[in-house]
């Protein structure tokens, strides 16, 4: 019996936007490398670039950035996933154990005697030896 569809659900979306941001955040990251490599070779004349992004180096910079940024993103993504499977996870073992518990309670026979022992004391330590 499955129970909390839409929790699953949920995390079988995240688990998909996750794949999704990871593989855009990739191809972004790509583009801006490329883009920022051919862009170096179109400057405009009397147009001021922005320090940070102008060259090869920074382009390559950025889209390096943008890459850190998807696996991040993808990383939170499906860890957020896994804690609602987790979470629904806990919660069927929880209840198979009550299950097996009430059979186990359930199946107990009283037509048995318990017997009862009384407590025995435990032996006395050896004397210490001689020397």
């Not at 995240?14 to 862009?39: E, K, N, P, Q």
């Not at 026979?109 to 210490?128: C, K, L, V």
């Amino acid at each position: 019996m499955r129970q909390f569809r839409a929790l699953r659900f949920v995390a079988g979306f995240y688990r998909v936007l996750a794949w999704i941001g990871l593989i855009l955040g990739i191809l972004g990251g790509l583009a801006v490398m490329v883009f920022g490599v051919l862009g170096t070779a179109m400057r405009v004349p009397g147009v001021a670039a922005d320090p940070l992004a102008a060259g090869v180096l920074g382009s390559i910079f950025m889209g390096l950035l943008t890459i850190l940024g998807a696996v991040l993103y993808f990383i939170f993504l499906y860890a957020t996933s896994d804690i609602f499977l987790v979470g629904l996870a806990i919660e069927q073992n929880t209840r198979e154990t009550v299950n097996y518990l009430r059979e186990d309670v359930e199946g107990y026979s009283n037509t048995t005697e318990a017997r009862w022992e009384p407590r025995r004391e435990p032996p006395p330590p050896p004397p210490p030896p001689n020397r």
